[in-house]
């Protein structure tokens, strides 16, 4: 599993397969999709793994330029956070500063007020969710999945899971996720698919909510009323991935309305009336944003590398991340959005913000109040 996370982190960071990258990137997915909701199993099939000791992805070229940590002119509203090399950057106004500087935290996610952030901390084997109650606080864990970090053998892949895309409920009371059932068993070792997970921020017991034996959950999102979570399900096989909304009172999964074969990466607008996602575009990967109850899907970027895209507080702009033509580096992108025709929003032309950043595509963007 280590060995082809890190594979598809490196995947997603060529310039040649900046297009696909995405769609290799969803938690473990290849491209696949599927036509009709797959009936809940609470045990998904176990997926072998093949452990092997890749270096952890992100590390730049020492010869490449220096990281842009100010953008003059482009003052953003709100807080935006972002990863680069296993750390958090946050970028304010029209500058960015680091931090942390562990090296293994991935996937931040704001609390709907932007009080608090949860994020991945990954491990050997495996990868716990973590929570800052305050920017400078100390990170609490809310699962338990790796063991004593000094065990380095293994065996320690039997007792590791993983845990992946944390996303917070409306009323900041519960966190949606995407792990497995439990440990990898077996000889060799097999992994669970993953599936959709929740768990209380206080409390702290997590529960399955949806899993399928034949495909992988990949990042959810709340819907903003909160009744349903929607996130991207990757059959395992030649089928391409799609959205899916998991209702909460019903317990049941279905295809989204609406959303585009091979899309990933969904995210809704803080009034609830639009959700963008990424989606194949011919040879590439874009930006789409459609109403958030159903509707045709518009795209509204045309680079070709785009995904991980995120709204500002205000509803004002859409930010994503991008390669720029003739570079090999995911960097921070914002477009400017306002309302056309009833039913469709439209996009002004991107403006690159940061410039070799070289920032993980898979952790994504949180953009905060």
Known sequence: MIQLIDRLREWISAPSLAGCGGLIALALLASCSAASAPAPTLQPALEPIRPAAIPPPGATNAAEPAPTVAAPGADLPGRLLLVQNGNLWLWQGASGRQLTHSGDAFQPAWSPDAAQVAFVRRAVSGSD???????????????????????????????????????????????AFASQFGPPGGSPAAE???????????????????????????????????????????????????????????????????ALQQSYDPAFSADGRWLAFAARAGAGTDIFVMPADGGTATQITHLGSARAPAFAPDGSALAFLAVPGGSTSFDLWVAGLQADAPGTLKAGEPRQITHDMHLDADSGVAWGR
Request: proline fraction near 11%; aromatic fraction near 12%.
């Open 192 to 258: 669970y698919r993953m599936s959709l997970y929740t768990v209380p921020t206080a409390g702290r017991r997590a529960a399955q909510a949806y899993g399928n034996a034949e495909a992988q959950v990949g990042r959810p999102a709340y819907t903003p009323d909160g009744a349903s979570i929607v996130f991207a399900l990757a059959p395992v096989g030649e089928d391409p991935p799609s959205l899916y909304r998991y209702h909460i009172a019903t317990d049941r999964a279905e295809p989204l309305p609406g």
């Open 129 to 175: 969710i973590m929570l800052l109650r305050a920017l400078d606080a100390v990170p609490e864990q809310i699962t338990s999945n790796t063991p004593d970090p000094s065990v380095y053998s293994y065996d320690r892949i039997y007792q590791s899971r993983w845990a992946f895309y944390p996303a917070w409920s409306p009323d900041a009371t519960t966190l």
